[in-house]
Every structure is written in structure tokens, then in C-alpha cells.
């Protein structure tokens, strides 16, 4: 499922921008399916413009029938008629989305050790101090068995100590959720820590649910602001031999 917002305060419209010759969307959802890794791909929408956007070229696509605090919140709607074990929430603006990445993350929740898991997630290391300060980049700490600890805007872990070397993790917002764990997720309110830092995931945290977390190696860019479109156009580019 790939939620698809047209309206975003840092950059309204911007899953309708265009990267190369197609929409960052219409890449997103090319690129999901090409993963050949699900029974199907459905773009979950409120706006008549990408729905369209997406039918129009052969795709899947619903329009929500409520309005929606969150992605999870919104494919939540989209799939709680449908026979399904494993949901993957794939953000509209992941362009570069790859097979391995999701093919890692879905493979946490099999065989015995998999049978607890009820969400997970992605996570790249970070390693450039512009970005680590930046808050549109959302920091995550995890355990040494890779269970997400916090979430932030904010730089954790905060260097108090300036001779020790921690790893810094940016949280990927692409998910992996059991069903039911989708469906609590959706009839619970936000809580304080979500509400205060607009990181949905927040919510599983607050009410005790464990995040499995799986580090990838790449996952392009995600497109937030105009900057994150520059570059994303640059590693287009490169990507096509340009």
C-alpha cells in the first residue's frame, strides 16, 4: 500500500512533481511493483489528481473516504476489508524504492523468531553532520537486538561525551505491519510523544509495541522538500547513465 497525500506543508504537490519523464508517485508505484514482491500494489489517496494520476497509466489506486492523520492511519481504512496477513506501507515519496530493501524487511516476520514480530521497519546509517542535525531527517536508537528504542526530530544520541563514536540511524518510512497490528494502530489516539514530534510510529512506542528495525544500505532519496527534488533529479540521472 502506498499512501499519497497531494497536499504537504514543507512542499504541497509534491508527489506530482516531476522526476525525469514521470511523477515522483507514478515512480514510486512503477518501482514497488517491479520488486516483484507482493500480490498487489494499491496507491491509497484523498486527491482526485493522483488517483488519476495512477489509473490513468494502468496502475491501482483507492480514494480514501475519511480524512487521515497519517499514512498508517490511511492504508489502515484501505485494507481493513481485504484477506491479507502482511501489509507494507510504502511512502508515495520513496522514488528509488528497491527490491532488497523490502525483501529484508518482509523476511523479519518469517520462520519461529519472525512469529512475534508485528511491525518493522527501515533504517540507513547516517554518516553527514548536516543531515544527522537536520529534523526533517527522523533519527532512531534500537538495542542490540534491533528493536527501534526512540524516535526524533532531534540528534539522538545526544553527544555528551565527545571521544565515544555512536552510529546514527535515520528512520526510513517504510513499513511492514501483521494486520491486526495495522488495525489496533488505527483505533488508538495520537499519543503526546507522536503528537509533539509528527513521527507516526511514535504511536506503537506509546502503547508498547515493539518495532523490529532492519538497517538497508540504500534507499535514494525521500522527497520532502525542493532541495530533496534537486537531488533526487541529479541521482536520476546518474542512475540512467545521463
Known amino acids: 500500500m502506498i499512501p499519497a497525500r497531494y497536499a504537504a506543508s514543507r512542499f504541497p504537490a509534491k508527489l506530482m512533481q516531476l522526476l525525469g519523464d514521470k511523477t515522483v508517485i507514478r515512480h514510486t508505484y512503477d518501482?514497488?511493483?517491479a520488486t516483484g514482491l507482493f500480490n498487489e500494489v494499491i496507491v491509497v489517496t484523498d486527491s482526485d489528481i493522483i488517483y488519476k494520476e495512477i489509473v490513468n497509466h494502468g496502475g491501482k489506486a483507492?480514494?480514501?473516504r475519511r480524512q487521515h492523520e497519517s499514512g498508517s492511519d490511511r492504508i489502515a481504512e484501505a485494507v481493513a476489508e481485504i484477506d491479507v496477513d502482511i501489509v507494507v506501507n510504502v511512502q508515495?515519496?520513496?522514488?528509488?524504492?528497491?527490491?532488497?530493501?523490502l525483501q529484508k524487511l518482509l523476511q523479519v516476520f518469517e520462520e519461529e523468531e519472525g512469529k512475534d514480530v508485528q511491525v518493522a521497519s527501515l533504517m540507513q546509517v547516517l554518516?553527514?553532520?548536516n543531515f544527522?542535525?537536520?529534523?526533517?531527517?527522523?533519527?532512531?536508537m534500537v538495542d542490540k537486538n534491533m528493536n527501534a528504542l526512540m524516535f526524533s526530530r532531534s540528534v539522538i544520541p545526544y553527544l555528551r561525551d565527545t571521544t565515544v563514536n555512536p552510529v546514527y540511524y535515520e528512520h526510513i518510512g517504510v513499513y511492514a505491519f501483521r494486520k491486526q497490528a495495522l488495525m489496533n494502530f488505527t483505533n488508538w489516539p495520537i499519543t503526546p510523544l507522536e503528537a509533539a514530534?509528527?513521527?507516526e510510529c511514535l504511536r506503537y512506542l506509546e502503547n508498547g509495541v515493539t518495532l523490529k528495525m532492519v538497517v538497508t544500505q540504500y534507499m535514494g532519496i525521500e522527497i520532502d522538500t525542493p532541495e530533496d527534488l534537486k537531488r533526487a533529479a541529479k541521482?536520476?540521472?546518474?542512475?540512467?547513465?545521463q
Open 127 to 129: 554518516t553527514e553532520a
Open 31 to 33: 518501482n514497488t511493483v
Open 132 to 140: 544527522i542535525n537536520d529534523p526533517n531527517y527522523v533519527k532512531v
Open 235 to 241: 541521482l536520476f540521472k546518474l542512475s540512467a547513465g
Open 197 to 199: 514530534e509528527k513521527i
Open 92 to 101: 508515495g515519496d520513496e522514488p528509488f524504492v528497491q527490491q532488497e530493501p
Open 62 to 64: 483507492m480514494m480514501s
